[in-house]
C-alpha cells in the first residue's frame, strides 16, 4: 500500500515534469533577431523604400514577425538626434543596422563591431565608409547609387522635353551632400546648350517658399531640383508650388513626380533597398560584411507625369516616351 502511494507520487511528479517541458523548449528556443533601422528623415516620407527593404529581407528568408524583429529610428530630419539614436540600437545590441547616408557616420561611430549596411548617393570611399568598394573592410559595406553625376543628363532630358527652355533655375540645399556635385555639372552642361541658369538656396519650407516667390518677377522656363533628400522630404510642397507657378520641374526622385513633378531622372531607389535587405538578410545568414562588395547600382529610371504635362500645354515627344520607365497618366 506504501508503495503505492509512492508510485502515484511518482507518476503525478512525473506528469508535472511532462508538462513543464513544452515552456522549457520554448525557452531554450534561440530569440528572434533584431535588426537596427536607422534613417534621417520620417517613416511615412518613403513607404515605398521601406517596403522593398522589407522585399529585400523576404528574398533571403526574412518575414518581419515571424523570424526576424526590426527596431526603427527615425530622427524626423533632426541630423543632431542620429548619434543618440545609433547608440540606442547599440545598446539593443542588434544584429545588423541598416542606414541612408545622413545615417551612416554616425552609426559607424557608434560601433565597430554591429553590421551596418547603407545606402548612399556619395563615393562610400571618399566618405570614410568603406577602405574600398571591392573589398569594404570593417563592418560597413552596402550600396552605392549615382546621382549628383547624372545632372547633365537631367538638364539634357528636361531640354527635350521643354525644348524651348532658356532660363532655368537650378534649387540646391546649401547644407546638403550632392550641391557642390550638382553645380560643378549643372554650369558647364547648361554652357553647352545655351541655356542660363540661377542658382536658388533652400534648406527649410519657409526657403523653399521664397525661392518660388522669385519667379513672380523673374519667372524661369523651368525648374531644375537637386537630388537631395531634403527636397524629396518636400515633395508635396514643390509640386503644389510648381504648379500654382505653371513651372515644368525635373528632379532625380520619383516621388517628386509621383506627386504631380513634370520628369524625374535617377537611380532606383526602390531597388536600392531592396539591395541593402538583402545584404541584411546575407549577413543574419553568417556572411560578414567585409565579404560583400559595395554595390554600385546602375539602375536608372526616367519617369514622366504625363498628367502634369498636360496641365502645362507640354506634349512629351514620342521617343522620349519609348525611353522612360514610367508613365504616370
Known amino acids: 500500500m506504501q508503495f503505492g502511494r509512492v508510485k502515484r507520487r511518482s507518476f503525478i511528479t512525473l506528469l508535472g515534469g511532462a508538462a513543464a517541458w513544452p515552456v522549457a523548449a520554448r525557452a531554450q528556443q534561440p530569440a528572434m533577431p533584431v535588426v537596427g533601422f536607422l534613417n534621417s528623415a520620417s517613416p511615412d516620407v518613403f513607404p515605398d523604400r521601406l517596403r522593398a527593404f522589407h522585399q529585400g529581407l523576404k528574398d533571403t528568408g526574412f518575414v518581419e514577425g515571424e523570424n526576424v524583429a526590426i527596431a526603427y529610428r527615425w530622427a ?12 540606442e540600437l547599440v545598446r539593443q545590441q ?4 541598416a542606414v541612408n547616408l545622413v545615417a551612416a557616420l554616425p552609426a559607424k561611430a557608434a560601433t565597430a563591431s554591429i553590421p551596418i549596411v547603407f545606402v548612399t548617393n556619395e563615393d562610400p570611399v571618399r566618405a570614410g565608409l568603406v577602405a574600398s568598394l571591392a573589398r569594404p573592410g570593417g563592418n560597413l559595406t552596402g550600396i552605392n547609387v549615382i546621382s549628383g553625376e547624372l545632372t547633365a543628363k537631367r ?10 527652355v532658356a532660363r532655368v533655375a537650378v534649387l540646391v540645399d546649401p547644407a546638403g551632400r550632392t550641391t557642390e556635385t550638382t553645380l560643378r555639372d549643372v554650369e558647364p552642361a547648361a554652357r553647352g546648350m545655351g541655356v542660363q541658369i540661377n542658382v536658388l538656396n533652400a534648406s527649410t519650407s519657409r526657403e523653399i517658399d521664397a525661392a518660388f516667390a522669385t519667379f513672380v518677377d523673374r519667372r524661369p522656363d523651368a525648374l531644375f531640383v537637386a537630388a537631395e533628400l531634403f527636397f524629396t522630404s518636400r515633395r508635396v510642397q514643390l509640386a503644389t508650388s510648381a504648379a500654382r507657378h505653371g513651372i515644368p520641374m525635373t528632379c532625380a526622385t520619383r516621388e517628386i513626380t509621383e506627386v504631380g513633378g513634370l520628369m524625374s531622372y535617377g537611380s532606383n531607389l526602390v531597388d536600392a533597398y531592396r539591395q541593402v ?30 498628367q502634369t504635362a498636360r496641365i502645362l500645354g507640354l506634349e512629351v515627344p514620342p521617343m522620349l516616351l519609348a525611353r522612360s520607365d514610367d508613365v504616370i497618366e
Not at 542588434?94 to 543596422?97: L, N, P
Not at 538638364?155 to 524651348?164: A, H, I, N
Request: a negative charge; proline letters at 7%; charged letters at 25%.
Open 277 to 306: 535587405g538583402v545584404y541584411v538578410g546575407r549577413i543574419l545568414r553568417g556572411t560578414g560584411p567585409s565579404e560583400l562588395p559595395v554595390i554600385q547600382s546602375s539602375k536608372f529610371e526616367l519617369v514622366i507625369n504625363a
Open 94 to 97: 542588434v544584429k545588423v543596422i
Open 155 to 164: 538638364l539634357e532630358l528636361l531640354r527635350e522635353l521643354v525644348p524651348s
Open 76 to 87: 524626423e530630419n533632426q541630423f543632431d538626434r542620429l548619434p543618440e539614436l545609433a547608440a
